[in-house]
Structures are given as structure tokens and as C-alpha cells.
């Protein structure tokens, strides 16, 4: 098996070449230790915190009802609140998607929208032409203020629109 990375290891600092024995052979440049240590944490802080998970989940669910009640916009995907994914793609019926992006950008709203590294998909889901989608995506501390934020912006967004 070859190495996928290749680099200095702490064994053999000297030679230019990656070592042929093991371990060495797949042991490339310095662990990220501390990135690792993060992870460990983060993981066993997700793992004692099913009150916060339950809560995401909740306001997950808040935005997927909120985002059907919704004119003007086509739901990609995700059609009932119990899917696993906490990503929403919507695309508005009228409207440019780059100007819906730029519009929730300047009310300080994260979002972001085009082909997400999937053209093929957008292809199959008939939102190729119009640039691909906006994701929305609630995180674990969402709070239902900022979801009612979004949904006022996404109306206002398609009210501007069709005024003019």
C-alpha cells in the first residue's frame, strides 16, 4: 500500500525520502494533535449534551414548518421534519438566486448558494440553469428568534421582488 501523504517524519528528520518501514511509512509530517484533542472534546461534549441536541432538533424542525408556510420559494429535498439532515435547500420561484444571497447577506444572514460541488445533482433536480440553491442550515444553537429572522428576510426578499 503507498502512502497517501508524504513528508518528514520525527524518526528520520534527515532524509529527504519517506521511510520504507512501518509505522513510519504512514506516519507523514506531525500529528494535529492539538486538532485531535479538540475533536475528542467537541465529541464527548455533543455525547453529554442530548438537552442541546433535542433543542436543534426542535428548532430544525421549526425552520422545515416555517420554510413550507412559506410563497415564493421550492423546497429541495427535505420535505418532513424527521430527516436526518439539518440542511434545507430552497430556491425562490421568482428572483435571481445571487441577488437572494446578497440580500440576506447585507441583513447579516449566513447562507450559501450555488451548485455546492454538485452539478450532476442540480442537473437531475432541474435547478441547474437557475445557479443551483440556497442551503440553510440551523446549528446546534440556533436560537427561534434567528429562524424567524430568516423566514421575515426570505418574505421580504420575494415581497421586493414582486413590487417591482
Not at 420554510?67 to 430556491?91: A, C, D, N, P, W
Not at 425562490?92 to 450532476?120: W, Y
Not at 427561534?144 to 417591482?164: G, P, S, T, Y
Request: proline content about 5%.
Amino acid at each position: 500500500m503507498e502512502p497517501l501523504v508524504r513528508g518528514g517524519t520525527g524518526s528520520r528528520s534527515r532524509e529527504e525520502l519517506q521511510p520504507e518501514d512501518m509505522p513510519d511509512r504512514f506516519e507523514s509530517g506531525t500529528p494535529n494533535l492539538p486538532g485531535l484533542a479538540g475533536l475528542l472534546n467537541s465529541l464527548r461534549f455533543l455525547k453529554d449534551s442530548k438537552s442541546l441536541m433535542m433543542t436543534a432538533e426542535e428548532r430544525c424542525g421549526r425552520l422545515c414548518r416555517r420554510l413550507h408556510e412559506l410563497e415564493g420559494y421550492r423546497i429541495i429535498g427535505r420535505q418532513k421534519e424527521r430527516e436526518y439532515t439539518r440542511v434545507f435547500s430552497i430556491l425562490p420561484e421568482e428572483g435571481d438566486l445571487t441577488q437572494l444571497t446578497a440580500f440576506l447577506n447585507r441583513k447579516e444572514i449566513a447562507v450559501r448558494s450555488g451548485l455546492h460541488c454538485a452539478p450532476s445533482a442540480h442537473r437531475v433536480l432541474g435547478t441547474f440553469e437557475r445557479g443551483g440553491t440556497l442551503r440553510l442550515s440551523p446549528g446546534l444553537f440556533t436560537t427561534n428568534h434567528e429562524i424567524e429572522r430568516v423566514i421575515d428576510a426570505l418574505k421580504e426578499f420575494i415581497w421586493q421582488i414582486r413590487k417591482n
